[in-house]
């Protein structure tokens, strides 16, 4: 993953007096949205082109039309990335698509972390923060970056298996979005959770963002 050996400034518009008077004490739990606020664009769609290479990815994108157009009509997230997964992920054992999602973390990170959302990662850990990657995107392909990050704990949608440990297609439980955010972080955390900070970029996260101290809206904007 990308390092720096730069100094870690504070974030410009954190109120740093309502989260602790001593520099050095643990401010809590602070919780990113990944795509769109860690990286520059949607990581799931992107690894199921680079996974299925971009002539069958196209075909298998716009045989989603169908999908597509249900969705326009009841707006349900958690069925259109069903869908998606059955299409492009269906009857991969675990351990293959953990083992994409690693060489895919390996070619992908460098062009898709934002530089500024890894500064705030950094001051953030520099305060001794318990950091949470929050994402609606499958838990197991956003692990290999969790991991690179340091992350204490990620949070996302997780994909049924069948008994031979292969995608079956389905979710296992909830899209990981909105009001599900809030419930997972209350899974990890308790009912009483407070986030001192939390980063999102769309109306997805604003559940998660009304739980924090410091509510950081598209707050990152640098490219790679």
Request: charge should be positive; include cysteine.
């Amino acid at each position: 993953m990308p390092k720096s050996r730069s100094r870690i400034p504070t974030p410009s518009a954190l109120p740093i007096e309502d989260l602790s008077d001593d520099p050095a004490r643990p401010v809590g739990i602070v919780a990113f949205d990944f795509d769109g606020t860690l990286t520059v664009r949607d990581s799931f769609t992107d690894f199921l082109a680079w996974n299925r290479g971009s002539l069958a990815s196209l075909r298998d994108f716009l045989s989603l039309a169908p999908a597509g157009a249900r969705y326009l009509g009841d707006r349900d997230r958690g069925r259109l990335k069903a869908a998606t997964i059955r299409r492009f992920l269906a009857g991969t054992p675990m351990a293959t698509l953990e083992a994409r999602a690693r060489a895919f973390a390996e070619a992908r990170s460098r062009s898709l972390l934002r530089p500024d959302a890894l500064r705030s990662w950094r001051y953030w850990r520099s305060r001794g923060a318990t950091l949470v990657i929050v994402t609606a995107s499958p838990e197991c392909l956003i692990a290999p970056f969790a991991r690179g990050l340091g992350a204490d704990h990620l949070l996302g949608t997780r994909l049924a298996l069948d008994d031979d440990g292969r995608v079956t297609g389905a979710l296992a439980g909830a899209n990981c979005r909105g009001h599900e955010k809030v419930a997972r972080l209350k899974e990890a955390f308790g009912e009483d959770v407070r986030l001192a900070a939390a980063y999102g970029d769309t109306e997805g996260d604003r559940q998660m963002l009304q739980l924090a101290v410091h509510a950081g809206y598209r707050e990152f904007k640098e490219k790679p």
